[in-house]
């Protein structure tokens, strides 16, 4: 296996020694790393492909209460935080927590009934996330979607066995960028931040991984290799299926209880 290369516009090295110096997405290089005991996933187009009816059910959302606001511009702004700021974001004013949680919950219910008869995960996570699990990882997923969509997931995934540990945008805790939520995943699952690394479609979410003091892997479903490049990054790929045949895995060295 090429060290810094997954296959074509997807890269990685190896957590267990430095990046080279530069990276296909033009990433920074990344000093020799700890140990890896938890990997942690957001849900919305790195578990799930599902960023296209997110954007849908925004479009109808903003018809419904009559917002102008561009639809690449309300994608950019709310990514990755979680309902309530999504709602003070869109309406351009303070609105309680009651308001903006029955608000969410509208635009939410519309997500789900358009991408339920189409439901469909990211290539290769179900069988990522098990090998995973087999390797002696913990699994752990960071969202900033409700309980009832990560019910609507998980539901629809089927996985094997479930996560770890999930904390969810409806928690009380600060959206991506802010490292909150992935910080408490780690705790849930027992590991150090250092210890975890974060699987991210958004630029948000690959911030927040930073912020929290974790590697990422950047999953370009929504995004391009450079739009969510850092110094932590040490891996990009199109999907799950581009990890797997690369032996990502496979580099890790696990850390043992």
Not at 122 to 130: C, D, E, K, Y
Not at 202 to 212: D, K, N, S, T, V
Request: proline share 5%; aromatic share 6%.
């Amino acid at each position: 296996m090429n060290d810094t290369q997954l296959s074509a516009g997807a890269g990685v090295s190896p957590p267990g020694r430095p990046k080279a110096k530069c990276a296909p997405s033009g990433g920074s290089a990344v000093h020799a790393v700890t140990s890896v005991g938890a990997l942690i996933f957001d849900m919305d187009g790195t578990m799930v492909d599902s960023m296209p009816w997110h954007a849908k059910s925004w479009v109808e959302f903003m018809q419904r209460h009559g917002i102008q606001m561009e639809l690449s511009e309300v994608m950019r702004r709310t990514n990755g935080r979680n309902g309530a700021e999504c709602m003070r974001i869109l309406f351009e004013r303070e609105l309680d927590d009651t308001q903006a949680w029955a608000l969410i919950a509208e635009k939410e219910a519309i997500y789900r009934e358009i991408f339920s008869p189409i439901f469909t995960e990211v290539a290769g996570f179900r069988a990522f996330a098990q090998a995973a699990r087999d390797q002696g990882l913990k699994v752990g997923v960071g969202t900033a979607g409700d309980r009832h969509n990560v019910a609507f997931v998980l539901q629809h995934l089927q996985l094997p066995a479930p996560p770890h540990a999930i904390v969810g945008g409806d928690e009380g805790l600060p959206g991506k960028p802010a490292p909150a939520i992935f910080l408490e995943v780690a705790s849930r699952l027992g590991h150090a931040a250092e210890s975890c690394i974060v699987f991210e479609d958004a630029p948000l979410g690959i911030e927040a991984a930073r912020r929290a003091g974790m590697r990422a892997v950047a999953i370009c479903t929504s995004h391009s290799a450079a739009e969510l490049d850092g110094p932590h990054v040490i891996a990009n790929a199109r999907n799950f299926d581009e990890l797997i045949e690369n032996h990502f895995l496979e580099t890790l060295h696990v850390a043992t209880a």
